[in-house]
C-alpha cells in the first residue's frame, strides 16, 4: 500500500517536472522571437524581418519627442548617429510606416519630404549586353561542360516517343500480315 503510494506520488512528480520544463521552454522560445511591434529596437532586428526600409533624418535635439511619438503611433524604428554630423541622426523604419512617420514629421516641425518615384531596377545606367554569357560573373571558360538536366530529359522524352511510334507501327504492320 505505501509502495504504491510512493510510486503514485514519484509517477505525479515527473508529469508536474516535465510539464513546467515544457512550460518554460515554450517561454524562452516566445521571449526569443523578440515581439516588439513599437518603439526603438536595434538595426539588426529591422533588418532580420526582411521588409523594405526608409530613411529619414533627425535633429539630435528632437529624438527624445521622436520616440514618445514613434511609439504613441506604433512605428519600430532604429537610430543612426553619424559621426562626422553631431547635430543630426537618421531615423530608419519599415517602409509599410510612411504615412505614420509623415504625420509625426508635421507635430515635430518638419517639411515632409517629397516622394521619389525613382525605381532602381528600371535604372538605365546599367550596360544591357546582347550576350547573355558576358553578364556580370560569368566568363565564357567557366561554362560548365557538363549537359544540362533540362536538355537530356527532353532527349529521353523524345527517344520514347519515336520508340512508341515505332512499336505502334510495328503493331499495325504485323496487324495487317495477319489478316
Given at each position: 500500500?505505501?509502495?504504491e503510494?510512493?510510486?503514485?506520488t514519484?509517477v505525479?512528480?515527473?508529469?508536474?517536472?516535465?510539464?513546467?520544463?515544457?512550460?518554460?521552454?515554450?517561454s524562452l522560445?516566445?521571449?526569443?522571437e523578440?515581439?516588439k511591434?513599437k518603439?526603438?529596437?536595434?538595426?539588426?532586428r529591422l533588418?532580420?524581418?526582411?521588409?523594405?526600409?526608409?530613411i529619414i533624418?533627425?535633429?539630435?535635439?528632437?529624438?527624445?519627442?521622436f520616440k514618445?511619438?514613434?511609439?504613441?503611433y506604433?512605428?519600430?524604428?532604429?537610430?543612426?548617429k553619424?559621426k562626422a554630423?553631431?547635430?543630426?541622426?537618421?531615423?530608419?523604419?519599415?517602409?509599410e510606416d510612411?504615412?505614420?512617420?509623415?504625420?509625426?514629421?508635421?507635430?515635430?516641425?518638419?517639411?515632409?519630404?517629397?516622394?521619389t518615384?525613382?525605381?532602381?531596377?528600371?535604372?538605365p545606367?546599367?550596360?544591357?549586353?546582347?550576350?547573355?554569357?558576358l553578364?556580370?560573373?560569368?566568363?565564357?571558360?567557366d561554362?560548365?561542360?557538363?549537359?544540362?538536366?533540362?536538355?537530356t530529359?527532353?532527349?529521353?522524352?523524345?527517344?520514347?516517343?519515336t520508340?512508341?511510334q515505332?512499336q505502334?507501327k510495328?503493331q499495325d504492320?504485323?496487324?495487317?500480315?495477319?489478316?
Amino acid at each position: 500500500m505505501v509502495r504504491e503510494a510512493l510510486q503514485v506520488t514519484e509517477v505525479a512528480i515527473k508529469l508536474s517536472a516535465l510539464g513546467i520544463k515544457n512550460a518554460l521552454a515554450l517561454s524562452l522560445a516566445y521571449a526569443k522571437e523578440n515581439p516588439k511591434v513599437k518603439g526603438k529596437t536595434s538595426l539588426d532586428r529591422l533588418l532580420r524581418e526582411g521588409k523594405e526600409l526608409k530613411i529619414i533624418a533627425l535633429q539630435s535635439k528632437d529624438v527624445g519627442q521622436f520616440k514618445e511619438l514613434a511609439k504613441q503611433y506604433g512605428v519600430l524604428f532604429t537610430v543612426i548617429k553619424d559621426k562626422a554630423q553631431n547635430e543630426k541622426v537618421d531615423v530608419m523604419f519599415k517602409a509599410e510606416d510612411v504615412a505614420k512617420l509623415n504625420r509625426i514629421y508635421e507635430q515635430l516641425g518638419y517639411a515632409i519630404p517629397k516622394v521619389t518615384t525613382a525605381d532602381r531596377k528600371k535604372d538605365p545606367t546599367r550596360r544591357q549586353s546582347g550576350d547573355s554569357l558576358l553578364t556580370r560573373g560569368k566568363n565564357p571558360l567557366d561554362i560548365d561542360p557538363r549537359p544540362s538536366v533540362r536538355a537530356t530529359i527532353m532527349a529521353l522524352k523524345n527517344a520514347a516517343r519515336t520508340a512508341a511510334q515505332a512499336q505502334e507501327k510495328v503493331q499495325d504492320i504485323t496487324a495487317k500480315e495477319e489478316r
